[in-house]
């Protein structure tokens, strides 16, 4: 018997530190597959971290398997994955107990690229089989089409059987990976048909493991499959063959029956120049950019895309501590891919963070419970950003939408004097935000004296997925926003999904613990034609402001809301009227 054993590869493309944010990532990737991939009906991707850290994921259970047994195959390929490859930056392995499985990581994007190396084949070493090759290949055949067109269930998957004689069927399994296309999961297939022709014809039984797909075929049935034929028990036991790896990274093995195998599969490198050739085609194939072209619309209830929305603000959730306070995922593909993005400012301690991610997922989800895109600002205990959409929208700046507010007095002070002190302030705070901190969020907490007695305290942070340029920009851009809108007035705040901007005259979120905190007074008024929301709040009120596109019927309606949401201690969730900034996006 023939089972598909568990082979693990780890590239050559580069090692990470035992400690490093890469490697962090990649456990946070590994345990991210192995607690979604049943959820998502055996198949789910994700990307964690940024730049030089990102590290992407796949996993994929085949034959649409129960939970319990897709679990237990995930979670055993991923343990030999750790042991095997420990600390390079990319591998593969395929798990085959009790139900085949694919386990992936890697620091480039790979996702919807079809790959034929490397590989895994393995037959058993009987060989009395010589009239059986014209209904093997048009059995192969028929399968292969059958895959690669896949199921309602998106898994591209086939079992079929064909009579060999009146008493004995062959039987045939065939699966890709559902993130490649139609035409690359045929081709993949046919791949794998052509090598095990060319490895093993003859053999009773056996298989190819590719990134993206799987054969495997034997003459009884296996992975409860063929439900209505009762599985013989061979004697003797088959065993596979091994062999030495080929340069296009295919192991050839044997296999006493009932024994799962851990095999790394080493790559032998016979000159420089295949070396070359390796990294050359390394980087020439999988180069990848990432779309940014915004589509909007809604969702139903029970889409997958809604699934999917739900997933990712899940996972945000769950990971945005772990990560310093800093997160984004990707989940799904195609029409149903959702990108999820949350930020926890002020590096606040883990109890902090959640309870303001988790105030404002609610209160998302509560707003804008079937939007394609949303963003919500919250600010309780400390201030937080959570941001969904069907596009691409990591690494890009964004000005708008825009929230703002302000403080309900007015200075009580020389214009002119505090003008020269806070623009000094403003700028100094977004050359210290923009440039970044150690700990990676881009931040800045400063203060200036006004008078002998009175300090300014200024607060400014940008997501960490943009560049110092972009952050700048965005920040300045806050600045110039909150000085059209509100100057002169006591304190304020501006909010866009890159940045936010706050500042007042007593310190605010534990960022001036030197000072002692008093309590002065936030007046609405209605948002201007370009999309920026000022609003009016008494210190201490936590702003919860969740901003979707709607059509321009609604503005009386929405400003009224607004008006009357603004005597409650905190503000409630609320659909805002689009209006576009009049300014350009800033480029990375």
Not at 206 to 233: A, I, T
Not at 316 to 338: E, K, P
Not at 482 to 492: A, D, E, V
Request: hydrophobic share 35%; charged share 15%; glycine share 6%.
């Amino acid at each position: 018997m023939v089972n598909l054993t568990n082979a693990s590869f780890c590239y050559t493309t580069g090692n990470f530190s035992a400690n490093s944010t890469y490697a962090k990532n990649r456990d946070l990737v590994l345990h991210s597959l192995a607690s979604n991939v049943t959820a998502n009906g055996g198949f789910y991707s994700t990307t964690i971290g940024l730049g030089n850290d990102t590290v992407y994921g796949l996993v994929l259970c085949m034959t649409d398997p129960s939970a319990q047994t897709c679990s237990r195959c995930v979670n055993s390929t991923i343990q030999g994955l750790l042991e095997e490859c420990p600390n390079q930056k990319e591998a593969i392995s395929w798990g085959g107990d009790p139900v085949p499985c694919i386990v992936r990581y890697a620091n480039r994007y790979f996702l919807g690229s079809l790959e034929l190396s490397p590989g895994a084949a393995g037959y058993n070493i009987e060989t009395n089989w010589r009239q059986f090759g014209q209904i093997w290949s048009i059995l192969t055949t028929d399968i292969v089409t059958r895959a690669s067109i896949g199921s309602s269930s998106r898994l591209k998957f086939a079992a079929e059987t064909a009579d060999l004689t009146s008493t004995q069927k062959i039987y045939v399994f065939m699966q890709c990976t559902p993130d490649i296309s139609q035409s690359n999961c045929s081709d993949c297939l046919q791949e794998s048909v052509a090598f095990y022709k060319n490895c093993c014809y003859g053999h009773q039984g056996g298989y190819v493991n590719r990134p993206n797909c799987v054969l495997r075929w034997d003459l009884y049935p296996f992975y409860n499959l063929f439900p209505e034929v009762s599985s013989p028990s061979p004697s003797p036991s088959p065993r596979f063959v091994i062999g030495s790896p080929s340069p296009s990274h295919t192991t050839i093995r044997e296999e006493k029956e009932g024994k799962a195998s851990q095999t790394v599969i080493v790559t032998v490198i016979p000159t420089v120049i295949f070396l070359a050739l390796v990294i050359l085609s390394t980087f020439t194939i999988f180069r990848f950019r990432k779309p940014k072209k915004e589509v909007k619309g809604n969702f139903t209830s029970n889409s997958t895309y809604a699934k999917n929305r739900d997933l990712v603000l899940r996972s945000l959730a769950s990971n945005v501590t772990a990560n310093r306070g800093f997160y984004n995922t990707t989940i799904g593909f195609g029409n149903d891919t959702v990108y999820g993005l949350v930020l926890c400012m002020s590096d606040p301690s883990a109890q902090d963070c959640s309870s303001c991610v988790n105030s404002a997922i609610q209160s998302l989800i509560e707003a804008c419970p079937a939007q394609k895109e949303a963003i919500s600002w919250g600010g309780d205990p400390v201030p937080c950003i959570v941001h969904y959409a069907n596009r691409y929208f990591f690494g890009s700046l964004a000005l708008s939408p825009t929230d703002a507010g302000f403080n309900l007095g007015n200075l009580e002070t020389n214009l002119t004097q505090f003008g020269q002190i806070w623009s000094g302030l403003m700028a100094e705070t977004v050359t210290r935000a923009s440039m970044g901190s150690s700990s990676r969020l881009k931040f800045a907490a400063e203060t200036a004296d006004l008078t002998s007695t009175q300090k300014i305290y200024v607060f400014m942070q940008c997501t960490p997925d943009i560049s110092q340029s972009s952050c700048s920009y965005c920040l300045q851009e806050s600045v110039a926003n909150f000085k059209s809108c509100c100057y002169g007035k006591q304190g304020g705040y501006v909010q866009k999904p890159n940045c936010v901007l706050r500042w007042d005259l007593y310190p605010f979120y534990n960022l001036f613990p030197e000072v002692p905190s008093p309590s002065p007074p936030f007046i609405i008024s209605s948002p201007s034609p370009t999309n920026t929301t000022v609003k009016k709040e008494k210190e201490n009120t936590a702003s919860r402001t969740v901003i979707v596109t709607v059509i321009p019927t609604v503005i009386f309606l929405a400003l009224v809301i607004l008006t009357t949401f603004t005597i409650f201690r905190f503000r409630k969730p609320k659909k805002e009227i689009s209006m576009k900034i009049a300014a350009p996006n800033a480029g990375n």
